[in-house]
């Protein structure tokens, strides 16, 4: 009975880590294999690093999270400073959220992932939004540009949550939102870098960001050598499926033998 306890929890476990979701509806993505983070040039002023500082961070994110996944084509790089317009400094990221992020027109035009910090409080409700992310810049099914904007108002002293935060976890927000500059939603997987919430001192990513973001860009498997092709339907819902039906066959095995045993 433990041991079918046991292998009913993994079976449990292997449904759940089909959670990821996705910040399209209709599962945009990066058309390459690489993609640049960049970062605006204009002064982060107030936050305790420097414009620089950010960038290297930023890559530092990349590198210990979204580049490690072995299933996955993405790699994502450090990029430039870039000069941008003040919008990106002051605007609004989106004039509309009811139905996704309607992009403001000023920012639309931005190519590759563009972290700025911006100080237009209709972005950041509370001192504690961190930052927001959206695909500002979508062809089809391809994103061509997203903009990261970090939380960059003057609060009064200690109230800023981003400011606040251990460079670690800082480290951990910007690889969160750059899971949504290439197209992730959030998981409710509490343990995924894309949990909504307390994503603080995260190590490594959880087994549903690594399920999003090879759903997104899956590394095509060599058809020579007589490998079997990769096909993203089965994996998108092979595991779920496989899993419910050892679970029926488990649980069907299980009452036949307690049926024998009661006969016999
Ligand atoms: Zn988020």
Redesign the pocket.
């Known amino acids: 009975m433990v041991k079918f306890t046991l292998i009913l929890s993994f079976l449990m476990t292997g449904l759940n880590t089909m959670a990821f979701t996705l910040n399209t509806n209709f599962a945009a993505a990066f058309p390459g294999e690489e993609v640049s983070v960049n970062l605006a040039t204009h002064d982060c002023s107030n936050l305790p690093y420097t414009n620089d500082e950010i960038l290297s961070m930023a890559t530092e994110g990349v590198n210990k999270f979204w580049n490690k996944v072995s299933t996955s084509k993405l790699k994502i790089r450090r990029g430039q400073h870039v000069s941008v317009s003040s919008d990106f400094e002051s605007g609004a990221l989106c004039t509309s959220n009811t139905n996704g992020c309607v992009a403001n027109p000023a920012l639309s035009g931005q190519s590759q992932i563009l972290i700025s910090c911006n100080s237009n409080s209709t972005n950041f409700s509370s001192s504690g939004v961190l930052a927001v ?1 959206a695909n500002v810049n979508t062809s089809g099914v391809d994103i061509i540009g997203s903009v990261i904007l970090l939380n960059n108002i003057d609060y009064s002293p200690g109230e800023s949550a981003l400011s606040n935060l251990s460079r670690e976890s800082f480290i951990s927000v910007l690889a ?2 750059i ?2 500059a290439v197209g992730l939603g ?1 998981s409710p997987v509490k343990d995924s870098l ?1 949990y ?1 919430a307390n ?1 603080s001192n995260r190590v490594s990513l959880g087994e549903d960001d690594m399920d999003g973001i090879t759903y997104l860009y899956p590394r095509e498997q060599p058809t020579s050598c007589g490998s079997v092709a990769y096909i993203q339907d089965d994996y998108k819902g092979g595991k779920p499926i496989a899993s419910l039906l050892l679970l029926i066959g488990l649980i069907t095995l299980s009452l036949k033998t307690r049926k024998k045993a009661l006969l016999s």
């Open positions: 992310t969160h939102e899971g949504h959030h894309m909504y994503i």
